[in-house]
């Protein structure tokens, strides 16, 4: 790693550090400027082989979780409950989510709710939770009338990437799960510019 790239990386690890309120555009920048983030990969210590029937029991705490959410979860009860929010048009506690990542990285325990709310139907509420050797990625679908299940994914990495889809630049964030399969968790396009 060069004298800039690890500037880079400093100043990011600086912003996860600090309260300070970031706008999208900056940490994008700082991520496409710094390929070592942004090819940045978290490593577990687990396959798909040793998930013991404990570590699955423990799903239950977090189902617990999610099913204690109204099942009307507006926007301002997401925002009130420091969610990582997505909507349409905003982004809020973002920062969180980089937290995350940054926390798996140095193997301290960490999770965080993600809500995202589409034009149209019921939010998607997802809880990421590390707990030092597994990274898992729970789905809440039950207010969703299709499907009306949990689903679980156990990562073995993270993978944040900037992106551009149809000429919007995103910075995008993917789970590497233990069957190998890539998931996208989330995407943060460009023009949000809400609260970090």
């Known amino acids: 790693m060069n004298n800039k790239d690890t500037?880079?990386?400093?100043?990011?690890?600086?912003?996860?550090?600090?309260n300070a309120i970031y706008n999208n555009e900056e940490i994008m920048n700082l991520i496409i400027n710094n390929k070592v983030i942004k090819d940045n990969i978290i490593d577990s210590k687990i396959t798909s082989s040793n998930i013991s029937t404990t570590e699955i029991s423990s799903n239950e705490i977090i189902y617990n979780?999610?099913?204690s959410l109204p099942t009307k979860y507006t926007k301002e009860m997401s925002l009130n409950n420091n969610d990582i929010m997505i909507d349409f048009l905003s982004s809020y506690n973002i920062i969180q989510l980089f937290t995350f990542i940054s926390h798996v990285e140095e193997g301290i325990?960490?999770?965080?709710?993600?809500?995202?709310?589409e034009l149209e139907g019921p939010p998607i509420i997802s809880i990421l939770q590390y707990d030092g050797i597994?990274?898992?990625?729970?789905i809440?679908?039950?207010r969703d009338k299709l499907t009306n299940d949990y689903i679980t994914l156990y990562g073995v990495?993270?993978?944040?990437r900037p992106e551009?889809?149809?000429?919007?630049?995103?910075?995008?964030f993917y789970l590497f799960t233990t069957d190998n399969k890539v998931i996208e968790i989330l995407k943060i396009y460009d023009v949000y510019t809400n609260q970090i």
Do not use: F, G
């Open 7 to 18: 500037n880079i990386s400093n100043q990011l690890r600086n912003i996860l550090k600090s």
């Open 65 to 67: 979780e999610l099913k």
């Open 109 to 117: 325990q960490d999770k965080v709710r993600l809500t995202k709310y």
């Open 134 to 138: 597994i990274i898992k990625y729970i």
């Open 140 to 142: 809440d679908s039950t």
């Open 157 to 160: 990495k993270i993978i944040v």
């Open 164 to 172: 551009i889809r149809n000429h919007e630049s995103m910075i995008v």
